[in-house]
């Protein structure tokens, strides 16, 4: 095989589509200019394709504190999703005094639809008085005639005032909350708010409305769905004909829950919504839930979210999902409180797992400012260029049964070198454990016969690593039951406080093939490990290439004193900051990721992970291009 030192950088370029409906641009936080090259100033907005031509409305935002410079809703044109066009203010703020739109006011969230039926472009908007802060909490509605406007205010105000929620039980109508004297944020309070009782509360002046959005359904049924009972709750409201009233008709939706910033889509009969944790402006962990029913019942989901700064929705906040032809596009801001206006972007393709969840994988911010690429020396390599066993001066064994429940027994003959490659061969066979106690309760003592054979090789005591990048160049074997690893620990103290890097792990969960990023890390109790994982199906990667399977891929790690960064193929898969992978108690406090670690390469079978093995793939390859280790230059040993 031919080899290179010099790894093929794939650029990520925004796909144009070749006629038809465009795809959209994947945006990640840099400057995302118009076509005058300023930075697109529509922020929690949404867009509204109409003729062609798609309308893109946001918030207008200016320097600072909320309200200030902001000059109301501006709104861009594009034809191709890549490119647009400043259209300017579309609803102005104005300077009447007591108008809901005073100049000073706040207009927050602004989505507009089309209603066939009156020709008219509808907008609604969160919006909060002058001078009130955010106390007024009123929805807002505008018309026009054209998608540029100019849009007319027509009313601002509080949600179906007088109205019961439809999923509000006669009992929860009856409750008196005159006499409730329990502090906030206590369980006794949280269930009082569960009930109805800020719902209640707001019955006579109309619930309140903050982060909002708009669905039109498929038989053109329009809903509003926002924040309420001071951002503790989400309503969805129906709107009538005109999609400038509500009908009376909404639910209340897991009350007590503090979602906000809404965005939803429906697939396959299915709803779906991904908002926000209320935490100002810091960004948090996005949250999803699913209905078959818009008005009906809901669930709960796990974050929609994988890859790189997950755990924070990749530094932003959701705001609309944009269908588009071949799929969905989630839409977010990254916001900067002092700088409203320069607030960034965040556009990422929406993918689907097997059971048809969605899920949005990270990508790797970058840099406004160019900043210079650090370079590293060859530390030492492993080409695997003489066929044979592989070099004892690196490599050592593992033998018989290790960890995990696994079924493979692990020997030497299962790992050679041939063609340039390393091999590690999972075989199936019969024949007997020399390790078997009749009767014996442990895993490994219990096992009669061995099922299969396959190897595991390590650098411990050889080849270590303290910092620098690390790359391994590989194909992994997919079918049932594999579970190839390349993996790193720390010789200092035992599992897990010495540290474990997982550069990579292919195994099934919950019966889905995943590609795994992970370290782990000690805690106060024996063999109790802290992780930092990421979890990215393998569909994400087969959807880009059918033919994955079939390739080498470079997996690549490059860890410094802040953090690890693990990449698959140039894209990042996840980032642990060091900061935060403190030992307990039984590792004193120590940090494992600031001393050496040893290299390991695998393929187990089955157990804990692995599934139940295809034996129709057997024997299975897991073939190793190469190992490379780097330093930077200006810290390499001379």
């Known amino acids: 095989m031919r080899k290179t030192f010099i790894s093929i950088l794939c650029a990520l370029i925004a796909p144009w589509c070749m006629g038809g409906t465009p795809t959209p641009p994947v945006v990640n936080g840099e400057v995302f200019p118009d076509t005058d090259g300023n930075h697109i100033n529509a922020h929690g907005g949404g867009i509204l394709e109409h003729q062609g031509t798609y309308y893109w409305y946001g918030e207008h935002r200016g320097e600072g504190r909320p309200g200030k410079g902001q ?39 602004p989505k507009v639809i089309y209603n066939p039926s009156t020709g008219k472009f509808v907008m609604w908007f969160h919006n909060e008085l002058k001078g009130q802060g955010y106390g007024a909490a009123q929805a807002g509605t505008a018309i026009s005639d054209s998608p540029t406007g100019p849009f007319k205010l027509v009313k601002s105000g509080r949600v179906n005032p007088g109205i019961y929620p439809m999923n509000m039980t006669e009992e929860e109508k009856a409750m008196s909350w005159d006499n409730f004297k329990h502090d906030w944020w206590t369980p006794e309070w949280y269930d009082a708010i569960r009930k109805g009782m800020f719902a209640k509360r707001d019955l006579k002046g109309g619930q309140m409305s903050r982060d909002m959005t708009l669905f039109v359904d498929d038989d053109g049924t329009a809903y509003h769905i926002y924040s309420s009972e001071d951002n503790l709750t989400l309503n969805i409201a129906e709107l009538d004909s005109t ?204 096992r009669e016969r061995i099922e ?102 470079e997996w690549r790690m490059d860890w410094d004193e802040e953090a690890m960064k693990l990449y698959l193929d140039d894209e990042l898969i996840n980032v642990i900051p060091l900061s935060q992978t403190i030992n307990g108690k039984i590792g004193n406090g120590t940090n494992p990721f600031t001393k050496p670690q040893y290299i390991l390469l695998n393929l187990a079978i089955g157990g804990d992970n692995g599934g139940d093995p295809d034996w129709s793939c057997f024997p299975m390859k897991y073939e190793v291009d190469y190992v490379r280790l780097y330093e930077p230059v200006q810290t390499a040993a001379l």
């Open 71 to 109: 000059r109301g809703v501006a709104c861009y044109s594009s034809t191709d999703l890549h490119n647009w066009k400043n259209e300017g203010i579309v609803l102005a703020v104005v300077n009447e005094p007591g108008s809901p739109i005073e100049e000073g006011c706040i207009i927050e969230r």
């Open 243 to 446: 999609y400038l009233n509500h009908t009376g008709r909404y639910i209340r939706l897991f009350p007590a829950g503090h979602n906000e910033a809404p965005a939803i889509f429906k697939k396959d009969g299915t709803y779906w919504m991904i908002t926000s944790g209320c935490t100002g402006w810091a960004p948090n962990k996005a949250r999803m839930m699913k209905a078959t029913d818009i008005l009906g019942e809901w669930e709960q989901l796990p974050n929609p979210c994988v890859g790189p700064n997950a755990d924070i929705t990749f530094f932003g906040q959701s705001t609309f999902i944009m269908p588009y032809d071949g799929g969905f596009m989630f839409m977010a801001d990254i916001w900067n409180p002092k700088d409203l206006g320069n607030s960034r972007h965040i556009w990422l393709p929406i993918e689907f797992r097997e059971d048809g969840t969605p899920f949005i994988m990270g990508r790797e911010q970058k840099p406004d400012t160019a900043q210079p690429e650090k370079e590293y020396k060859l530390v030492w390599s492993d080409e695997f260029d003489k066929d044979g066993k592989p070099d004892s001066k690196i490599w050592n064994y593992e033998t018989g049964y290790a960890r995990n429940h696994e079924l493979q027994w692990y020997q030497s003959d299962n790992a050679y070198v041939k063609d340039g490659l390393l091999i590690i061969e999972a075989r199936q066979c019969d024949k007997p454990n020399p390790t078997y106690k009749a009767g014996d309760k442990g895993w490994r003592e219990s």
């Open 452 to 553: 299969c054979t396959s190897a595991s090789i390590n650098t411990r005591g050889k080849k270590d690593m303290h910092y620098g990048r690390l790359c391994v160049r590989a194909r992994i074997p997919v079918g049932g039951g594999a579970w190839p690893a390349i993996w790193l620990l720390g010789e200092e103290m035992q599992w897990p406080s010495n540290g474990e890097i997982d550069m990579m792990e292919y195994y099934r969960v919950n019966g889905e093939p995943h590609i795994l990023a992970n370290a782990a890390w000690g805690t106060d109790k024996p063999y109790d490990a802290k992780w930092n994982s990421q979890k990215i199906p393998y569909k994400h990667f087969l959807d880009r290439d059918p033919f994955w399977a079939e390739k080498f891929h």
